[in-house]
């Protein structure tokens, strides 16, 4: 029969074998098969209007043509779903989704229309009609569902493009101030509900739009930033204040550093700058040379230099590189003085002798601080290998955690005293002392790391332990820990 056919056609041939009572899919086909829009096909009345003795009659005709091709696939899967509507087992079903269906496409016929022609939609209300769309418009058949789904896509960004630019209206027509600038930054984002529906022409545009408005604020708030510089004759005179002024405003208008109005602001106050750096000349090189070290050096530089185009400035900078240059000569000549002064000091201190000719308290401090120092050089280029990567084996990453463990770990002596020595058989006196080292910094600063290291806890005792001193050279070493 053509009407199952049909039917079999809107469902995409998706029809079920079997039919459940409670299936929504079941339901939506007889509710369908039996509406106006398939049933008067193959009727002069409604289904709902059918009287028992009418239904009786379909109900034999159907039968009759099932009967002739029993093996058609139509039949197979409709045929008891038809046959048992027209008798009483689905007749309410049949009865109440045709008259159901009935309504829901008058309503659907509108918003067809609304979603077609009606091009000034809110938002909103195309908002309305998909919420009927997924309530009752389901119920109808896939291509219906189709058509007004397609439509809606359509008239949604139709009525987003309306939205935004309406809501970029409001944008446009704001003052010139900072809060304008920010609300023009974020509004495709504010608004990314509506923008992630329109295309990425119409953003385009959009954005063109609220960058015009963005430079137009940015000229009059700049134009008020000159005439603010040009008023304030303090400002002017005071370099450490002027800098402070360009960093504010470098900060306050970071988001808009590619704009030519800002780009010509700063490069104004940059000119600013150079001009009073010529007038002045004499205060920055009196400046420079009053500096003693890289710190001072900076604060001079930024005092002056800062906000101005180094290539016109080139000669000022190269002030500063010469000074720099200068103190880290005088630094290296006074570290170099300080050597030959600690080394003199520590010839002195190992040339001193004892009537038994074992070493003093201060011998085997400097000693036992030479061991320290050998120490905290090993956690220094430790420190250096803790950082994992792709080509590390196992052992290689245990060396590193354990470099991580010890990472800015220091040893220091925090108590020493001598207590006797005897002369050794070997070279050299063994020594008996008492001795408190510590830890600082890293993880190992923890109590139970300290254990592990000190071999002792973190009390208010220090150690007693027993050492072969020996002469090597003219320097007195710890040579054995006994």
Known sequence: MKWFKTVENEFDNNIPNKFIYNDRLKRRIISNMFSDKFFMAVSDKTFDELTPKKRIAYNKRLNKCISKDPNNPSYTKLGKFASGTFMNKYYSLGKNGARDLRNIRIQYSKDLNEYKNNHQLSLQEVYNINGRKKKDYIKLTSSEYSEIEKEFKIAHKRAAEKELNKKLDVILAMNNSMNTLSKADYFLRSNSNISSKVDYRVKGEIQNKLNQKKETVLKVLLDEERADYNNNVSLQSDPLAFKNYIKQKEQKYNNYANSTSVRAFMDNLGEYRYNYLIKHKDNFISEVEATKNKNEI?????????????????????????????????????????????????????????????????????????????????????????????????????????????????????????????????????????????????????????????????????????????????????????
């Open 298 to 482: 900076k604060i001079v530089e930024e005092k002056y230099l800062y906000g101005t185009d180094r290539r016109d400035t080139k000669l000022f900078f190269n002030l500063i590189k010469n000074q720099e240059a200068r103190l880290a000569l005088l630094k290296k000549q006074a570290e170099e003085l300080q050597k030959q002064k600690e080394a003199e000091e520590l010839r002195a201190m190992m040339s001193e002798t004892t009537e038994t000719g074992e070493p003093t308290s201060l011998q085997m401090l400097w000693a036992l601080q030479y061991q320290v120092s050998l120490k905290n050089r090993k956690f220094e280029k430790n420190d250096k290998n803790t950082e994992y990567n792709e080509t590390d084996n196992i052992l290689s990453m245990i060396v590193k955690l354990q470099n991580n463990v010890n990472k800015g770990a220091r040893l220091k002596i925090t108590y020493f005293k001598k207590f006797s020595c005897s002369k050794s058989n070997k070279p050299g006196f063994i020594c008996d002392y008492a001795i408190d080292r510590k830890v600082s910094g890293g993880i190992l600063e923890n109590d139970f790391y300290k254990t592990l290291l000190n071999n002792s806890e973190d009390n208010d005792y220090a150690d007693i332990e027993t050492s072969r001193f020996s002469k090597v050279g003219d320097i007195w070493k710890l040579v054995e820990k006994l």
